[in-house]
């Protein structure tokens, strides 16, 4: 398995906005699909409503996505910890 960050465009409500989601899938076509089901679940968006721009992967200890730093926590305490900045807004 390895982590992907995918960028796109997708209905949410009344407007479209652009959104950056990190999975964890074995391909690029399997975080796509991912991507799909996760929004299509959530915004109740069709697959032809979202607009997918690229798809990259990762490393992992860049994310801040729950689901990816719980499936690669081994590696992450192995590596050293995050190397995410801890950014306050």
């Known amino acids: 398995m390895k982590a992907f ?5 997708s209905p949410f ?5 652009k959104f ?3 999975v964890v899938a074995t391909s690029k ?8 089901s ?3 679940s959530r915004h109740k ?3 032809r409503a979202i607009v997918i721009k690229s798809v990259n992967e990762i490393d992992p200890r ?4 729950p ?7 081994e590696e992450i305490a192995a590596a050293g910890g995050k190397i995410a900045p801890t950014a306050e807004e």
């Open 5 to 9: 960050r995918v960028d796109g465009q």
């Open 13 to 17: 409500g009344s407007m479209r906005q």
């Open 20 to 22: 950056s989601l990190d």
């Open 29 to 36: 076509d399997d975080a796509e699909h991912r991507v799909y």
């Open 38 to 40: 996760i929004l299509g």
């Open 45 to 47: 968006a069709s697959r």
């Open 62 to 65: 860049t994310s801040t996505e």
């Open 67 to 73: 689901a990816v730093l719980h499936h690669f926590r």
